[in-house]
């Protein structure tokens, strides 16, 4: 099998990756601008190269992405592993190496919402049979010291509750919200400082027992993570500079030194990235949905994922499982 075009479809946002054989790569929801650029880039590099050598392009896309202010290679990596699970005529997470197929969902808050508006969206999370909840608005320390244990007074012990902070606390602030979510019995405290700050972050996750999350886009940084000790787990997300490729790098990372490994929001394909990646490791604990129901994609999917009693159940069609209107 050789690749022999790599298109995108402006109007719908789905990159596909042609082949000499009837299967096709897919990847939904690349922006309009990123389109012609995203050809230019990678076209001749794919261009008449077995797609089965998923390692070898994508170390090859990752030095072309390295000329670049914005990278790309995300969108072709997920098309490539679309591809070769298309192939084998396995969903991608069985092909990656099937774990499970139904993923424990985290309701994320939403960030607008201050107060006890944030205490009836959590509660009605609870009520919707999500076993977790993210607090994400942007509070001061104060207001964030009276509505993490508000909180727990509602959603009861057996709830997972997590803090989404605003990368900006200074490591006092960052050690005293800690220390609050200590006292709630949190589940994990991520963005607690700027990403890239090994140091400050080691410094809080040395002071309090909530288990501290880091942001981390590179094997190098992941690795980094655990050499330095600067913090219990990593939180990333397939993008268009992280490919499900750099994600499962990622992820083996983690699980080796025992740790788990955050996926933030939806990630780019409508989802499917995420959620066959979930299936494939047992190393990350949720799927992050808004709430239950459909999970938004491009208009052109038939079959969007769908969150129900706080879980999501992986399609089972070969590859991503997309099906196209």
């Known amino acids: 099998m050789r690749i022999t ?27 309009p601008e990123a389109a012609e650029p995203l050809v230019e880039r990678f076209s001749s590099m794919l261009c008449d190269q077995d797609p089965i050598d998923r390692e070898r392009l994508w170390s090859t896309a990752t030095d072309i992405d390295k000329r670049y202010s914005a990278p790309l290679r995300g969108y072709v990596d997920v098309a490539l592993w679309d591809l070769a699970a298309k192939n084998v005529g396995l969903p991608l997470y069985r ?36 076993p977790a909840y993210k607090i994400t608005c942007d509070l001061s320390v104060e207001r964030l010291l009276w509505l993490i244990p508000e909180v727990r007074q509602w959603v009861g012990e057996d709830f997972c509750l997590i803090l989404e902070g605003n990368q900006s606390f200074t490591l006092r602030d960052a050690i005293t919200v800690g220390r609050c979510l200590d006292a709630a019995n949190g589940f994990l ?28 886009s590179t094997l190098t940084e992941a690795a ?70 459909i999970v938004p994609c491009c208009t052109n999917i038939r079959n969007p994922l769908h969150v129900e009693n706080g879980h999501l159940t992986l399609p089972g069609g070969p590859g991503l499982g997309i099906e196209l209107e």
């Open 5 to 31: 075009d790599i298109l995108v479809d402006r109007a719908t946002g789905l990159l596909r990756i042609q082949t000499d054989e009837k299967h096709e790569g897919w990847c939904p929801d690349v922006p």
């Open 189 to 216: 405290f991520e963005r607690v400082r700027p990403a890239g700050d090994f140091s400050g972050i080691r410094q809080v996750a040395s002071a309090i027992d909530t288990p501290v999350a880091i942001d981390v």
């Open 224 to 293: 980094q993570t655990f050499a330095l000790e600067a913090a219990d787990s990593l939180r990333t997300s397939i993008s268009a500079g992280v490919g499900i490729t750099d994600a499962l790098k990622m992820a083996r990372c983690a699980e080796a030194f025992g740790a788990h490994i955050h996926l933030a929001g939806q990630g780019i394909a409508a989802g499917f990235a995420h959620a066959h990646l979930l299936g494939a490791i047992r190393n990350a604990p949720f799927f992050e949905a808004e709430e239950n129901g």
């Open 95 to 130: 092909y990656i190496s099937g774990f499970r197929n139904r993923i424990p969902a985290c309701n994320r808050g939403v960030e607008e919402l201050d107060g006890e508006p944030v205490v009836q969206e959590a509660r009605r999370a609870q009520r919707d049979g999500f």
